[in-house]
T-cell receptor, first 108, second 111 residues
Framework: KNEVEQSPQNLTAQEGEFITINCSYSVGISALHWLQQHPGGGIVSLFMLSSGKKKHGRLIATINIQEKHSSLHITASHPRDSAVYICAVRRSQGNLIFGKGTKLSVKP | NAGVTQTPKFQVLKTGQSMTLQCAQDMNHNSMYWYRQDPGMGLRLIYYSASEGTTDKGEVPNGYNVSRSTTEDFPLRLLSAAPSQTSVYFC??????????FGQGTRLTVV
């Protein structure tokens, strides 16, 4: 079993829809990262969380440490949000472990 | 700030050749990482360094070597390139309490 599991693997939405991507992990962590990778390959860090909730524009990330679960929400989705979204957890030793990613496609 | 600078962007090697992928960060981050990304596999950790002078193996270290002689630099060396090392490589860095920052990636083809 992977230490970091994301769901769904693929997601297609219509423009304007509210989107949720989930991440569950099975190891002790010091922080959780949400990353975005666009076609063409560049990876951008969206959030780093160790507790609670963070918001940046239309993006919201939450984490429940007790349940070992995090969610990334996108409100009023737009075609430019189409990308692969990756959850990564930072172990206490310092290394990052990645989920396999969720491929999001937002149709106009 | 440049963030994480990774070079080269593209490289073609012949089987058996060696080369070094360069990675530098200017954010004074303690932690640096090398990952490879293959279709259907996600990002897999090759090596990481928690601080200057320390390195640790990740999930797929065979065929690679690293060193961390300065805080800024974390080069990845391919000892004798094999076709199985054809991949996209990413360098990343992070500090305590900070987001992770990634290089632009290196697309390596071994023929």
């Amino acid at each position: 079993k992977n230490e970091v599991e994301q769901s769904p693997q693929n997601l297609t939405a219509q423009e304007g829809e509210f989107i949720t991507i989930n991440c569950s992990y099975s190891v002790g962590i010091s922080a959780l990262h949400w990353l975005q990778q666009h076609p063409g390959g560049g990876i951008v860090s969206l959030f780093m969380l160790s507790s609670g909730k963070k918001k940046h524009g239309r993006l919201i990330a939450t984490i429940n440490i007790q349940e070992k679960h995090s969610s990334l929400h996108i409100t009023a989705s737009h075609p430019r949000d189409s990308a692969v979204y990756i959850c990564a957890v930072r172990r206490s030793q310092g290394n990052l472990i990645f989920g396999k990613g969720t491929k999001l496609s937002v149709k106009p | 700030n440049a963030g994480v600078t990774q070079t080269p962007k593209f490289q073609v090697l012949k089987t058996g050749q060696s080369m070094t992928l360069q990675c530098a960060q200017d954010m004074n981050h303690n932690s640096m990482y090398w990952y490879r990304q293959d279709p259907g596999m996600g990002l897999r950790l090759i090596y990481y360094s928690a601080s200057e002078g320390t390195t640790d193996k990740g999930e797929v270290p065979n065929g690679y070597n690293v060193s961390r002689s300065t805080t800024e630099d974390f080069p990845l060396r391919l000892l004798s390139a094999a076709p199985s090392q054809t991949s996209v490589y990413f360098c990343a860095s992070s500090g305590t309490g900070s987001r992770a920052f990634f290089g632009q990636g290196t697309r390596l083809t071994v023929v």
